[in-house]
């Protein structure tokens, strides 16, 4: 904004004193002149001023009450008040302060002290509007960001009598790099997938739309979880920056046979539980992150269900979430998660969950975390 577009209310009840002040600032701003605290009031609601130059001594409303009445609504409370005053005393100046007046001009005015005064808290109040809205615009950004990023998440889930679905969910911020999805697909098959964008905010939320959205068309036209993973890579090789990649997991289920077929794209080792050896293995077969190299192949494992097996899909928000209670460089790990989850299979799948959420919250010692956390359960009827 030009400084002639800057509005301030001078605030005066001597008219000499207007005078002085307006004819010395109105080559630089537009000057609005009030005699008294009360004609102050209705100024301002009507020009909205940029800055106020108000007199402590002023007959009737003196300026300690007619700035608790602008800084009630009249003005933003950002808008910069200058008293002017003829006290020299501290107490006067503090008193002014508190009240939210930003500096003092004594009587009679300096005219070189009056500009840097004046310019350099209007300088000081046009940064601040900026920034602020600067955070309006990101503010709006993240919203946006967070509309996209629950629209990637099912709303619910496919209703089987083979399999159930449980799932939980923590974003660190309104948008995470986190997505999951189970998807339905021709020929009775179940398609079931998590996602770990790096950074957050819109540009991961996209990335997270890109993915869901190449997931749900490959897996469709009965593309490999392997052959997902790889047109992903190149899609996303050809768009986006070098700095954004995701890991992954994608798994298609035979509802007929009870085999999954997956693959696993740097991503965690997802566990699963096989009921009738009592035992948990780690699924690790597949290849490198997706989006950070072109010319990825990932490979494919094959894995048979049967009812009571239980398979746990996780984020690296959980392993890596760091113990901060006791000072040390600790890490939750994979074996924690483990055992955890060993511990407590036998319950419903939801239980399962919530136990693993309270155990990393006591780990590190408050509730909330570091990085978006995200747990999917599919549990073999």
């Not at 001597?14 to 609005?32: E, G, M, N, Q, W």
């Not at 300690?64 to 002017?84: C, E, H, M």
């Not at 300088?123 to 629209?151: C, G, H, N, P, T």
């Not at 490198?288 to 049967?306: I, S, W």
């Amino acid at each position: 904004m030009e400084s002639s577009d800057l509005r301030i209310l001078v605030v005066d009840d001597f008219p000499t004193s207007r005078r002085l002040l307006a004819h010395r600032l109105k080559h630089d701003y537009t000057v609005i002149s009030a005699a008294s605290g009360q004609e102050a009031i209705d100024f301002a609601a009507k020009h909205k001023p940029d800055m106020v130059l108000l007199d402590i001594e002023m007959p009737g409303m003196d300026g300690f009450q007619t700035l608790d009445i602008l800084r009630g609504g009249v003005i933003d409370k950002a808008v910069p008040v200058i008293f002017l005053t003829a006290r020299t005393d501290s107490e006067s100046r503090q008193r002014g302060l508190a009240a939210g007046a930003v500096d003092f001009l004594t009587k009679p005015y300096d005219k070189e002290e009056l500009w840097i005064k004046v310019s350099n808290h209007l300088a000081l109040y046009e940064a601040r509007k900026k920034i602020e809205e600067a955070y309006a615009k990101m503010a709006q950004e993240l919203e946006m960001a967070s509309d996209l990023q629950r629209s990637l998440l099912p709303k619910e889930f496919p209703q089987l009598e083979s399999m159930k679905f449980s799932a939980v969910f923590l974003p660190t911020s309104e948008a995470s790099g986190d997505i999951y999805d189970v998807i339905e697909l021709p020929e009775r098959r179940i398609a079931i997938a998590q996602a770990d964008v790096s950074g957050h905010g819109v540009r991961s939320a996209m990335i997270g739309a890109m993915f869901k959205m190449g997931l749900q068309r490959l897996s469709k036209s009965k593309t490999s979880p392997a052959g997902c993973l790889t047109k992903i890579n190149e899609d996303m090789v050809e768009v986006t920056p070098d700095t954004d990649f995701l890991t992954a997991f994608t798994g298609i289920i035979s509802l007929d046979t009870m085999e999954m077929v997956y693959s696993t794209a740097g991503h965690p080792r997802p566990f699963l539980y096989q009921k009738s050896s009592h035992e948990v293995i780690e699924l690790s077969v597949g290849g490198f992150m997706v989006g950070a190299f072109p010319d990825m192949d990932y490979d494919e494992g094959t894995e048979e269900l049967k009812p009571g097996d239980k398979l746990l899909v996780y984020t690296d928000g959980v392993i890596e979430a760091p113990e901060r209670d006791q000072g040390l460089d600790l890490l939750y790990g994979k074996s924690r998660l483990k055992d955890l989850f060993v511990r407590h299979i036998t319950r419903e799948p939801q239980e399962i969950l919530d136990e693993i959420i309270a155990d990393l919250q006591a780990f590190q010692g408050k509730a909330n975390f570091d990085d978006d956390v995200s747990l999917l359960l599919i549990s073999i009827q």
